[in-house]
C-alpha cells in the first residue's frame, strides 16, 4: 500500500497533464493508466496521443505530400513523374512519432516525479479523508484526491459492429495495410471527415454516410456550406439525413443497407467500414456505483463549473465529463484541478475552448456563431473576408474560405470567429486570445499584423466589420 497526495487515473492529454501539475505544486503524485499499444506494452497517452489526434495528424500530413506530389506541383512549374505510395512506411513514421511521444510523457513523468503505474484503476472506497484506489493486480493506493480522467472510447453502431478486418473505428482506420479501393464511413464528423480526406487522398472512393440531415450543425452554417461545397469537389460523397438499415459482409467486401433523406432504399458496398459516430465517456468497470459517484444519463461523472463530483476529493476532467471531448480542453481542465488542489485560483472558460477540423481547408472556430446568435435575439455585425484575396494564401496557392467575425452591435465586443482555410488551427489562437479578454473588432482592426501572412485575414475580417475592409 503506497500512499499520495493525489492520485490520477488514466494518463490521455487530461490525466498527465494533470499529474504533472500536480507534482510541480509539490504533491505527491501517481498517475495510474492501463493502455497497451499493439506490441502489448504499456503506452501512455491516452487515445489522443495512441490513436488519435497525433497518428491522425501524421497521416494527414503524409496524404496531403502525397496529393502535393501528384496533382499540385505542376502549377508552381515543378514536374514530378513516378512518384510511389509506400503504405508501410507512411505508418511507420506515423508510429515511430507516436512511440517517441509516448517515451517523452514518461520522461516528463520521470522529471517531474509523478509515480507512474500501468495497470487498471478502481474506486475501492473511503477510510476518512483518504481514497482507496486498487490497481488490477492487487495493489493499493492511497490518497487524499482523485482525478479521473478515463476519457472515451469510440460509439458502436448495432448494425455494424466493430471486427478489426472490415469494420474498424478511429484505430483500425489509423492502420490499412493498404489503401482500399473502396471506403464507406459512417458519420461526417471530425473523425470521419479527416481519416475520409487521409484515405481520399491516397486513392480511396470516399462515401460518408450522416445521419444528422444538416452537414456540420456545430459549425456556423456558412462555414459548413463551403465545407460542403469543397470537400464535394475534392471527391468526398458526403450523403446526409441517412439510416443505417443493414451492414453485412463477407471474404470480398462489407455491403450497407440504408435509406437517403427521401427514404429510398440503398445499398453501398466497399472494401472497409469506418465507423464514426461518436464517443462515449469511459466510466465502466471505475466503480462508481459501488463509491456512490453520481453519474449522468450519458454515463460522465456530474461535476461543477471546477470539475469537483458530488464526492469529497473526487474530481474527474476530459471526456468523461460535460463539454466538447477535445484533448486542449481536458489537459486545461486538468491544470485548473491541480491548481484548485494545491490552493491556488484553478480557471477553465469552456466559452473559449477552439474548435479545429484539420481537412483540407481547415476549419476552426471560437465563441458564438450566427445562428446560436440568432436565436438568442443577440444584435450582432459582421466582418468577412476570403483568403482568395490574401497574398500569403496566393503564393501557397491554398486560396479556399474565408475568416468570418461576430461583433456585438452596440459594444463591438467580438462574440463569435470562424475560419475555413489555410491554417485555421494556428490562425483561431488569435481569435480565443481577443475573446479572452473580450476584445472588440476595432482591437483587432487596430493591431498591426505582418504582411505578407495569413494572419491579415483576420486583420480584414475585423475592418470589415465596421465596413473598412481595404483590400476587397
Not at 103 to 112: D, E, P, T
Not at 295 to 316: F, K, M, Q, T, W
Request: glycine share 12%; proline share 4%.
Amino acid at each position: 500500500m503506497a500512499d499520495f497526495d493525489v492520485v490520477v487515473i488514466g494518463a490521455g492529454p487530461g490525466g498527465y497533464v494533470a499529474a504533472i501539475r500536480c507534482a510541480q505544486l509539490g504533491l505527491n503524485t501517481a498517475c495510474v493508466d492501463e493502455w497497451k499499444n499493439p506490441q502489448g506494452k504499456a503506452s501512455l497517452g491516452g487515445t489522443c496521443l495512441n490513436v488519435g489526434c497525433i497518428p491522425s495528424k501524421a497521416l494527414l500530413e503524409s496524404s496531403e505530400n502525397y496529393e502535393r506530389v501528384t496533382h499540385d506541383f505542376g502549377a508552381h512549374g515543378i514536374t514530378a513523374s513516378g512518384a510511389q505510395l509506400d503504405v508501410a512506411k507512411m505508418l511507420a513514421r506515423k508510429d515511430k512519432i507516436v512511440s517517441d511521444f509516448t517515451l517523452g510523457i514518461g520522461q516528463l513523468f520521470k522529471k517531474n516525479k509523478v509515480t507512474s503505474l500501468h495497470g487498471r484503476a478502481q474506486l475501492l472506497g473511503r477510510d476518512g479523508e483518504v481514497w482507496r484506489v486498487g490497481v488490477a493486480g492487487g495493489e493499493e493506493l492511497r490518497a487524499r484526491h482523485v482525478i479521473i480522467a478515463t476519457g472515451s472510447t469510440p460509439r458502436p453502431l448495432p448494425q455494424a459492429p466493430f471486427d478489426g478486418g472490415r469494420i474498424v473505428d478511429n484505430a483500425g482506420a489509423l492502420s490499412f495495410a493498404e489503401v482500399p479501393k473502396r471506403l464507406a464511413i459512417i458519420g461526417a464528423g471530425v473523425i470521419g471527415l479527416e481519416l475520409g480526406s487521409v484515405w481520399r487522398r491516397l486513392g480511396s472512393d470516399v462515401t460518408l454516410l450522416e445521419a444528422a440531415p444538416a452537414f456540420m450543425p456545430a459549425a456556423d452554417e456558412q462555414v459548413a456550406k463551403e465545407a460542403l461545397r469543397a470537400f464535394t469537389k475534392q471527391g468526398l460523397r458526403i450523403q446526409l439525413g441517412v439510416q443505417i438499415d443493414k451492414v453485412t459482409q463477407d471474404k470480398k467486401e462489407v455491403r450497407l443497407e440504408w435509406r437517403d433523406a427521401q427514404g429510398a432504399a440503398q445499398v453501398l458496398s466497399a472494401d472497409k467500414l469506418i465507423v464514426a459516430v461518436g464517443r462515449t465517456p469511459n466510466t465502466q468497470g471505475l466503480g462508481a456505483e459501488a463509491v456512490g459517484l453520481k453519474l449522468d444519463a450519458a454515463g460522465r461523472i456530474e461535476v461543477d463549473e471546477h470539475c469537483r463530483s458530488n464526492l469529497p476529493g473526487i474530481y474527474a476532467v476530459g471526456d468523461v465529463v460535460r463539454g466538447p471531448m477535445l484533448a486542449h480542453k481536458a489537459s486545461e481542465e486538468g491544470v485548473m484541478v491541480a491548481e484548485l488542489i494545491a490552493g491556488q485560483a484553478g480557471h477553465c472558460d469552456l466559452n473559449l475552448v477552439p474548435w479545429v477540423m484539420y481537412t483540407a481547408p481547415e476549419i476552426a472556430w471560437a465563441g458564438k456563431t450566427e445562428q446560436q446568435l440568432k436565436a438568442g435575439g443577440v444584435a450582432y455585425k459582421t466582418g468577412q473576408f476570403p483568403f482568395i484575396a490574401n497574398g500569403r494564401a496566393r503564393a501557397l496557392g491554398e486560396t479556399t474560405g474565408f475568416v468570418k467575425i461576430l461583433a456585438d452591435e452596440k459594444t463591438d465586443r467580438i462574440l463569435g470567429v470562424h475560419i475555413i482555410g489555410a491554417m485555421a488551427s494556428e490562425l483561431i489562437q488569435q481569435a480565443v486570445l481577443a475573446l479572452a479578454f473580450s476584445a472588440s473588432s476595432e482591437d483587432l482592426a487596430r493591431t498591426i499584423h505582418a504582411h505578407p501572412a495569413l494572419s491579415e485575414v483576420i486583420h480584414e475580417a475585423a475592418l470589415a466589420v465596421d465596413k473598412r475592409a481595404l483590400h476587397i
